[in-house]
């Protein structure tokens, strides 16, 4: 479209007028004015030389005098090589002047450009700028609540400090009674021989120990740990881990009232069988032994074939008697009929000694 408006400007100003004025052309009919005007422009270029030619000729006609005079007149030099010369030197000047025009235009375009960038960096900036500024305003609210909830921390951490220093007061004076009521409970423990390990809602941990004796001086026995756990019907159940578990068999649950009574006849139990026990713990340094509590039954390792299994009465070593209740090789029974000791009331220690020493011939 510039095109045909660049046509119609070098035709005639009048014609880009009324197609300025005229919207209603379409894309075909521009396309066939187009041509149409760029053929009248070269005729009428050609007629306007022929016109200038004509013109010229007339005019030295006019200044003759005679058909002779013409034949021999010369044709004069034109300065600046005529009508053409000067027709080019004007087209050259135009064509220059329209260079430099189109150079100022694309220089202002540059600038035209660089301004719309600098306004569009520039409107970039102001938005950034309000952004930040009602950054700023939010922070300053912010900070605002900030300073109210700190001065409200500093009076509730003035109150803790107040409320701390009386808690301290009484925590002073609950360690100084916790200390005194330990006293008390080591005193206590002292008495009645058993300390306490620990305790919760369900379960407490208890020690028994052993009343000191002259032949348990150089032999003392670890205490025996026992275990009470309450269920939710307010009865208690007792554990002894280990080989000690037979010592709470009768006596292993019961109601809360009944927990001293079961106590105490566990570690009259314990007591009555602290010598045998005793002995056994002195045993293990020497033989592979086993003692079953529950079945009064100390089994006798004395190969990875022989068992011997030995009974102990009720009342060892004062009452009760050792016997021997079987042997036993790869699981089968052996008569051990001539396993006997020289005397009936033999300890657990002759009875090992006399197995070990024994052949293993048996039948």
Not at 63 to 74: I, Y
Not at 193 to 220: E, G, K, M, Y
Request: hydrophobic letters at 40%; proline letters at 3%.
């Amino acid at each position: 479209m510039a095109d045909v408006r660049g046509v119609l400007q070098l035709c005639d100003p009048v014609l880009l007028n009324l197609h300025m004025d005229s919207d209603q052309l379409d894309s075909a009919e521009s396309a066939r004015m187009v041509v149409y005007l760029m053929d009248s422009r070269r005729v009428q270029k050609v007629l306007f030389r022929q016109l200038f030619v004509l013109d010229s000729m007339m005019s030295l006609l006019e200044g003759l005098e005679s058909a002779q005079q013409l034949v021999m007149l010369q044709c004069p030099p034109h300065p600046g090589g005529g009508a053409r010369g000067r027709w080019k030197s004007l087209k050259v000047q135009n064509r220059s002047g329209l260079e430099e025009t189109e150079a100022l235009l694309r220089i202002q375009l540059d600038q035209v450009d660089q301004i719309q960038t600098r306004r569009q960096t520039l409107t970039q900036l102001i938005d950034q700028l309000n952004q930040q500024r009602r950054q700023c305003d939010h922070l300053g609210e912010s900070l605002q609540k900030a300073q109210n909830a700190l001065q409200s921390c500093d009076h509730q951490l003035a109150q803790i400090r107040a409320e701390l220093e009386a808690v301290s007061n009484q925590l002073i004076n609950w360690q100084r009674i916790r200390d005194e009521l330990q006293r008390c409970v080591s005193a206590a423990q002292d008495v009645m021989h058993i300390n306490l390990l620990s305790f919760d809602q369900s379960q407490l941990c208890v020690a028994l120990r052993p009343r000191p004796s002259s032949h348990l001086s150089t032999n003392q026995l670890e205490p025996l740990k026992l275990s009470v756990t309450w269920s939710h019907d307010d009865r208690f159940h007792l554990e002894v881990g280990g080989e000690l578990s037979g010592l709470v068999e009768g006596c292993s649950t019961g109601g809360r009232g009944q927990l001293s009574a079961a106590l105490l006849n566990v570690l009259s139990r314990y007591m009555g069988q602290v010598d045998l026990l005793t002995e056994i713990q002195t045993l293990r340094s020497s033989f592979a032994i086993d003692w079953r509590a529950s079945q009064r039954l100390l089994v006798y390792l004395k190969s990875a074939s022989l068992v011997y299994h030995l009974e102990v009465g009720e009342g060892y070593p004062r009452s009760g008697r050792v016997r021997l209740r079987s042997v036993r090789r790869d699981g089968l029974a052996l008569d051990s009929s001539g396993l006997q000791p020289g005397r009936p009331d033999a300890s657990l220690t002759e009875w090992l000694v006399l197995l070990s020493a024994s052949s293993d011939g048996l039948d």
